[in-house]
């Protein structure tokens, strides 16, 4: 029963910025140690970590975001966001979001660690 809904996403132009969002459901929050992660995939390319972020609000991001991605949650730790600042073409995919329940310290960018994934949000970005 867990659902995972991304929203957000869309076409703009190089330096631009999007706010991607991820509203979560059918799991309790808050009361275990857990997971959540952006993922994108482009076309012709495997899926890749692009931030995760544990329940402690402990976040890891990829290299190649770094400094320009913001993952972050609402105060009811039921939503997960994306802030993507200084896009360029490179970060054109498409972006899901991804939920590990089972109890973990911390988080990686591991894909096999997550258990859940959302239906995916299109990020295109042109020059």
């Known amino acids: 029963q867990v659902q995972l809904v991304e929203s957000g996403g869309g076409s703009v132009q190089t330096g631009g910025s999007l706010r991607l969002s991820c509203a979560a459901s059918g799991y309790t929050t808050g009361t275990f140690r857990h997971c959540m992660g952006w993922f994108r995939q482009a076309p012709g390319q495997e899926r890749k970590g692009v931030a995760s972020i544990h329940t402690d609000g402990s976040t890891t991001y990829a290299d190649s975001v770094k400094g320009r991605f913001t993952i972050s949650q609402d105060n009811a730790k039921n939503t997960l966001y994306l802030q993507m600042n200084s896009l360029t073409p490179e970060d054109t995919a498409m972006y899901y979001c991804?939920?590990?329940?089972?109890?973990?310290?911390?988080?990686?960018?591991?894909?096999?660690?997550?258990?859940?994934w959302g239906q995916g949000t299109q990020v295109t970005v042109s020059s």
């Open positions: 991804a939920v590990d329940l089972s109890w973990r310290w911390g988080c990686d960018l591991g894909l096999t660690e997550y258990d859940y």
